[in-house]
């Protein structure tokens, strides 16, 4: 039986002769389907027949474009995390960039399945050092530049001490947030809390100095 790929969405079209609205197609249906199955199933369970079935293609389609599960899961993720990054906005102070920030965080976790899928990750990078690895590399350090750009403009703008520890600033982004919005039993966050929330982090920014270099 043929493999149901991009050619096979579009009859009459040659092999080889592929345009971008075509392949983009396909690729929106796969990466649907991938995570889909991966908050389905989980990290351990996924298997590329079942994605491939998900998006109504053939196996031969996925392994194409990646060699493997870990692959192709690993590049989904990265490619979604930099689609969303752009959005992260510049709107001339501090407080409001924080609550961009957070704004944007709790949109990309508005999905159950970014929740579910989350949480898979995250227990399974405990166990798998080289999925640890690969995570920081696609999804953690790319938003931890953006969140960096938000201090180094605060400090540009003098609203934040050239002596900031960038590192704990980065934190202080992250930290308090992420595990509230990642428990599914935790109340929903709201327009005052995030207000709350932003005050609160832009305190904590202002005292997160470097310590002095002794000797």
């Known amino acids: 039986m043929p493999d149901r790929d991009d050619d096979a969405l579009a009859p009459g079209r040659r092999r080889g002769t592929r345009g971008p609205t075509l392949d983009g ?11 889909d199955e991966l908050a389905a199933a989980g990290w351990r369970r996924l298997a590329m027949d079942a994605v491939a079935r998900r998006a109504g293609v053939g196996k031969a389609a996925l392994y194409r474009r990646w060699t493997s599960k870990e692959a192709m899961l690993l590049d989904l993720v990265a490619r979604l995390v930099r689609r969303a990054l752009p959005d992260v906005p510049d709107t ?30 995250l227990g399974e990078s405990v166990r798998n050092p080289a999925l640890a690895e690969s995570l920081r590399v696609a999804v953690l350090a790319p938003r931890r530049e953006a969140g960096e750009a938000i201090l180094r403009r605060a400090v540009d703008r003098g609203e934040l001490p050239a002596a900031l520890d960038r590192d704990l600033g980065t934190d202080l982004l992250f930290a308090p947030l992420l595990p509230r919005l990642l428990n599914p039993g935790a109340p929903p966050v709201d327009a005052t809390y995030l207000d709350t929330l932003t005050a609160v982090i832009v305190t904590g920014l202002t005292a997160a100095t470097r310590s002095p270099t002794v000797g």
Do not use: H, M, Y
């Open 25 to 35: 197609g396909v690729s929106a249906a796969i990466e649907t389907a991938a995570f």
């Open 92 to 121: 001339g102070t501090l407080p409001g960039d924080v609550r961009g920030f957070l704004d944007l965080t709790v949109a990309q976790t508005s999905d159950p399945r970014v929740v579910r899928i989350a949480a898979d990750l």
